[in-house]
């Protein structure tokens, strides 16, 4: 199917086309006519589907028409997912006379308020910084006649549901409402029952399925060492970008401060960055100038680097969720990446819930020349716990991962010989694992070059900085 059977009008299909795409997305494809007819919708779709074009294509062939006001909004729950929506909008809107604007806080307002007064169609928004500005007059909100909430459930999450019912309270109630999220909390189905009218469902991608093309694998380590992991993992795999990710803001500063340490190219990425921070870390990421990304799951929010080739769960994560959320950074549309979790025997239970989610069993990697100063028991228990989870698992997939494990186990056995060096580099567990390593890392894009340890890893020289 191509874009043309959707009856975009001509200038919005060109800028389709000028963005490179050759064909929608399911989400798209699925949502745009029912968003053309006008209806409410709520999307069950992660970023990463193609989302953000499937609201704002039709959004756009609205605002060809009639007064020029504000007669969209977009809200988001962060300052990174709002600055790309708008880019997109504006990238797709580039053969159009529509005026795309965005306000987030955390930075000055009067530049928000003068972009404002020159007159925006459609504004891209975080909840606080909107209120904010209507606050101050700067905005109307009386003419707005689409409304999209994106990541909604990250906005519940964040504590914005008060002020997502104060919004809506000053707009129109004759309005089209779309509503785009992965998960739906009871607090999120309260405001969706408020804010929508009969709307279409669009169930795309359930969080339970990260997209294909992604590796996953666990590293059982106890907590004091993972630092430690980290560095031995990157010396032996080709990153061009990674996201590492902590659980808490101070856990993002530690761990980028370790790594830097180590003279990786990193730099943090959290709430108490300043807006300037944030924008420069992704930029240098994109540029290629950092290779490792250390962030907090709100901050990763709306993060849309493409090309990510690994996604570090430094803390393995609060929900499943967040885990899919998180691993979804990796794998953008066709592209293929790996996602590794550190996982402390402290974090065994979570993870287990994590599997339970995946339903399926995620492999057990040991690095067999790391010093994992654990007693054999912790690492038995690490294993058995993907063995329990792997067996409720699906298929191949769940036989692949009992794979992974007994690989671990033999590493296990052999450490300290370097057999079984091969586990790391089983992440995808392709193979049924039978004897010490074997075969493993057949279909793993990570692990063929176990064993040597690269000094460098793209622009960085590991004993003297970045070259
Ligand atoms: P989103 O889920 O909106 O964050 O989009 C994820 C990525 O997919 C972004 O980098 C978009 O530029 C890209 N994208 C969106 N729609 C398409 C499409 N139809 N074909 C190719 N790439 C797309």
């Not at 919708?41 to 009639?66: D, S, Y």
């Not at 296990?412 to 089983?426: E, F, K, L, V, Y």
């Not at 392709?430 to 064993?451: C, H, I, P, V, Y």
Request: charged share 25%; glycine share 12%; hydrophobic share 35%.
């Amino acid at each position: 199917m191509s874009f043309n059977a959707l009856n975009l009008p001509p200038p919005i299909l060109k800028g389709v086309r000028a963005a490179g795409y050759s064909e929608p997305t399911p989400i798209q494809r699925k949502a745009i006519p029912i968003i053309m007819e006008g209806q409410d919708l709520i999307g069950a779709a992660q970023t990463g589907t193609g989302k953000t074009a499937a609201f704002v294509l039709p959004i756009l062939a609205r605002l060809l028409q009639g007064p020029r006001r504000l007669r969209a909004l977009v809200l988001t729950p962060t300052r990174e997912l709002a600055a790309q929506v708008e880019t997109n909008a504006r990238d797709y809107a580039r053969f159009t006379e529509v005026n795309v604007g965005v306000v987030y806080g955390g930075v000055p307002l009067p530049p928000q308020e003068r972009m404002l007064r020159a007159g925006v169609e459609l504004l891209v928004a975080t909840p606080g910084r909107l209120l904010d500005l209507h606050g101050r007059l700067a905005l109307r909100l009386d003419y707005v006649e689409v409304l999209v909430l994106d990541e909604a459930d990250r906005m519940v999450d964040m504590g914005f549901a008060p002020d997502l019912r104060r919004i809506l309270r000053l707009l129109p109630t004759d309005r089209q409402t779309m509503l785009f999220s992965a998960t739906m909390p009871p607090e999120l189905n309260q405001v969706a029952k408020e804010a929508l009218r009969s709307p279409a469902r669009v169930d795309l991608a359930p969080p339970s399925r990260p997209a294909a093309g992604i590796t996953q694998a666990v590293y059982p380590v106890p907590r004091n060492l993972k630092t430690d992991l980290l560095d031995e993992i990157l010396a032996s795999i080709d990153v061009r970008s990674m996201i590492v990710f902590t659980r808490t803001k101070h856990g993002a500063d530690r761990v980028a401060r370790q790594l830097g340490k180590r003279n990786y190219a990193v730099a943090p990425i959290h709430g108490n960055r300043s807006q300037s921070q944030r924008e420069r870390a992704l930029g240098d990421l994109k540029r290629g100038r950092i290779q490792i990304l250390v962030a907090t799951d709100i901050a990763s929010r709306g993060i849309d680097v493409d090309g990510i080739s690994h996604i570090v769960n430094y803390d393995v994560p609060h929900t499943p969720e967040d885990y899919v959320h998180r691993i979804g950074r990796t794998g953008r549309m066709d592209a293929v990446g790996d996602a590794f979790t550190l996982m402390s025997p402290e974090e065994q239970k979570d993870f287990t819930a994590i599997e339970r989610f995946l339903g399926r069993a995620v492999p057990r990697v040991m690095l067999p020349n790391f010093d994992y100063k654990m007693r054999p028991r912790e690492i038995a228990d690490s294993i058995r716990g993907s063995e329990r989870t792997g067996r409720g698992g699906s298929g191949s997939r769940g036989k692949g991962s009992d794979g992974g494990a007994r690989h671990g186990r033999s590493s296990n056995g052999a450490r300290g010989h370097g057999g079984g060096r091969s586990s790391h580099g089983s992440p995808s567990g392709g193979r049924g694992g039978t004897s010490g390593g074997q075969g493993a890392g057949a279909g793993s894009s990570s692990g063929a070059q176990f064993g040597r340890r690269p000094k460098t890893i793209r622009g960085v020289d590991r004993r003297r900085g970045r070259l």
